[in-house]
């Protein structure tokens, strides 16, 4: 992705943001953001990373191999609806896997790239991409094998959890108090209608930010002053699997999407 079009996208957002108006809703005033970028550039940011995750996608890696030879969970290369499936139990690496994960994966098994050659940057860029195949999927995760299942139990533990210093967890906020602002937003039932699961991965006008659902939860991690899981590791993977499941047959409106 070449850095001049992340430089017009840059003042197109600026643009944007000094052209909206007060909104009492934050969902709508994303549309708006999303409607006056579109104006202005012509393109959002999510098609550039998207662009960026397909030509990494279609890269080799040192062992001469591409993406396409990769298992996702419907076969080698085969990617239509594949996230809307993640995370699931893998039988080659004989564990539960969500997007980020088999991406790294899929680099450092089959294409031989080492773990400390993997830039975050690019596994973020090819997560929207393949994403972007499952947009109008709707959300089917299960519990088929006995590591799905303890998985789930996992994340149901750490959902309900309360700890840190402020004796909060993550049901504090979208179970307890759902629907109060925090700030601008107001508090989101991750569990029941919102379905924030099919939220992420996206672009966060607010900051410039690309985030997959890890990202987003090591930011609420960080919200209320609890150390941070470490990308690709089980506390992340059991909470996504938590709320993967609690929004199957939720359908993909925009993957990846623009948020605040």
């Known amino acids: 992705m070449r850095p001049k079009a992340w430089w017009v996208v840059g003042v197109a957002l600026l643009l944007a943001s000094a052209m909206a108006q007060e909104s009492p809703d934050p969902r709508e005033e994303a549309k708006r953001q999303k409607e006056l970028l579109l104006q202005t550039a012509g393109i959002l940011p999510t098609e550039l990373v998207v662009q960026q995750g397909g ?55 089959v294409q031989g790239f080492k ?24 959300i089917q995760v299960r519990l088929l094998f006995p590591q799905e299942r303890e998985l789930y139990a996992l994340g149901e533990k750490l959902f309900y959890a309360r700890s840190g210093p402020r004796d909060v967890g993550c049901a504090t906020c979208h179970v307890t108090y759902v629907g109060k602002r925090a700030g601008v937003l107001p508090y989101a039932d991750v569990l029941g209608k919102d379905k924030s699961w099919t939220h992420w991965p996206a672009y966060r006008y607010s900051n410039d930010q690309t985030w ?49």
């Open 115 to 138: 773990p400390s050659e993997v830039r975050r940057s690019e596994v973020v860029a090819v997560a929207f991409y393949i994403a972007s195949k499952s947009t109008g999927h709707k």
């Open 55 to 109: 030509e990494l996608f279609n890269r080799k890696g040192p062992s001469g191999k591409t993406m396409a030879e990769c298992d996702f969970g419907l076969g080698k290369g085969v990617l239509e609806g594949a996230a809307a499936r993640l995370p699931r139990y893998f039988l080659d690496t004989g564990r539960v896997e969500d997007l980020d994960g088999r991406i790294l994966t899929c680099m450092t098994r």
């Open 212 to 260: 997959t659902m890890q990202d987003r939860i090591r930011a609420c991690y960080g919200n209320i002053a609890h150390p941070q899981p470490d990308l690709y590791s089980l506390p992340i993977l059991a909470l996504e699997l938590y709320l993967a499941y609690h929004s199957n047959g939720a359908v993909v409106e925009e993957w990846p999407a623009f948020v605040r």
